[in-house]
């Protein structure tokens, strides 16, 4: 066999080498220099300024601070034995919703506030927790603890917890961060049974002879009392704000109205009992019973009189140094919401016509007229001021640090000269 040449060998090592090529490619394995990554950053968590407590905190710690907590006491009227089957599970279920927390709740249901304010004045003379953590009464014990400097200035746009401030009309935050205003209506003003006393027009009326035995006033002394004063003050033309005039108006009252008088109370109760037994044929009482007693088939009707009503509505507020601080500004977040006001998740309320006439005190904006039921749409501005504006035509906004200054004063005079003991 002929050997090789030198020439013929190298060309049948480049074969060779091509072929490997061929079936492996030209690359080699590189080692990739490690790229520097910037690191993932931990998720932002916000913060909110929670006030009475005075510090920023999560969703979570908010969470556990009402964990902590676990209750609430609430000061508030009776709402015609509403409380414990929808005013307290309605305020439990919205805590639920919002924050996933079950908690207790003890609503002391009053008709007579002088009780409560004096509990909180006391608490704050002598350093210790009032025993409410939110008053909900009528306006002028709202002054009174302003005055002595009882209450927490936590009610204000911005809290975090009172979000439902940024939705309701503003004549309702005027007395911010001290206090909301949480009715629309109500009012001091006549309720009349028409059949019996329909031509009672105002106040005035309340003298005559007809009416004796069948006049309904309210307990010297309450603020009820003095708001039945002013109103017949506004009817005779007089300046409750003037003594001497005020004296003719207490005269008139203890004289000729006095002795027309059925009974002296401040019990709702007893109020609905002697207007459906057809007793009571005119009561000097809060106007919104009278579209419930309506509801219910008694002829019982709401009399505005020509010369105006005073309006004094429930404002709410957070006493200092309240034990449940958190759960109190809530509760502030849950009066001023559509959950509340509207029934929403209570549709059996929202059914019920005398139920939701009684709960229902409050449109917060006129946008939620959409979301009322739609039994009331037809009548709701014959019971209830809307638009929210039509306030300013029926109410007339007294002077409350006057007129509660000054109750015990006519109060003194009245029972002297009605010659009540």
């Known amino acids: 066999m002929k050997a090789l040449t030198k020439l013929e060998a190298i060309l049948i090592v480049l074969l060779v080498i091509m072929g490997i090529i061929a079936i492996y490619g030209w690359t080699r394995p590189v080692q990739v220099p490690g790229v520097p990554t910037t690191p993932t950053p931990a998720p932002l968590r916000e913060v909110y300024f929670i006030p009475i407590l005075n510090k920023w905190m999560t969703y979570d ?23 414990e089957t929808y005013h307290v599970p309605a305020f439990k279920e919205y805590v639920k919703k919002k924050y996933g927390v079950e908690i207790e709740v003890t609503w002391i249901g009053t008709q007579e506030p002088e009780t409560i304010i004096a509990a909180v004045l006391m608490s704050l003379a002598a350093g210790t927790p009032p025993p409410y953590d939110v008053v909900a009464i009528e306006a002028p014990y709202f002054f009174r603890a302003l005055k002595a400097g009882a209450l927490e200035p936590a009610i204000y746009l911005g ?12 004549f309702f935050l005027q007395y911010q961060p001290y206090g909301v205003i949480f009715q629309a209506l109500d009012t001091a003003g006549l309720l009349v049974n028409s059949e019996k006393a329909g031509w009672v027009k105002d106040y005035r009326d309340l003298a005559d ?28 033309g007089k300046d409750y704000k003037n003594p001497a005039e005020m004296r003719e108006v207490i005269e008139f009252a203890a004289t000729k109205i006095h002795p027309n008088a059925l009974r002296y109370t401040v019990s709702e109760a007893e109020i609905m009992e ?3 037994r057809g007793e009571a044929w005119v009561v000097a009482w809060w106007w919104y019973l009278a579209p419930v007693e309506a509801v219910k088939g008694f002829p019982i009707t709401r009399v505005a009189q020509p010369q105006g009503s005073v309006f004094v509505p429930g404002i709410a507020w957070i006493p200092k140094n309240v034990q449940h601080p958190v759960l109190a500004q809530i509760f502030i977040d849950f009066l001023m919401s559509i959950d509340f006001w509207f029934a929403l998740d209570f549709p059996q309320y929202r059914e019920s016509k005398e139920d939701f006439l009684m709960l229902h005190q409050n449109l917060l904006n006129d946008t939620n007229f959409e979301l009322l039921p739609d039994w009331i749409k037809p009548i709701y ?38 010659g009540i003991t």
């Open 209 to 236: 002879p007809r009416l004796k035995g069948h006049v309904l006033l309210p307990t010297p002394g309450t603020v009820h009392f003095a708001n039945f004063l002013v109103n017949l003050a506004f009817a005779m």
């Open 61 to 83: 710690e908010i969470v556990s601070e009402i964990k902590k907590e676990g209750k609430i006491v609430v000061a508030d009227w009776t709402y015609g034995g509403l409380v």
């Open 274 to 276: 002697l207007l459906e």
């Open 159 to 170: 809290n975090p917890l009172t979000k439902n401030l940024e939705y309701v009309n503003l």
């Open 381 to 418: 501005a014959d019971i209830y001021p809307y638009p929210l504006d039509k306030m300013k035509e029926w109410y007339v906004i007294p002077d409350y640090s006057y007129i509660e200054a000054h109750t015990e004063e006519w109060t003194n005079l009245y029972t002297q000269l009605a």
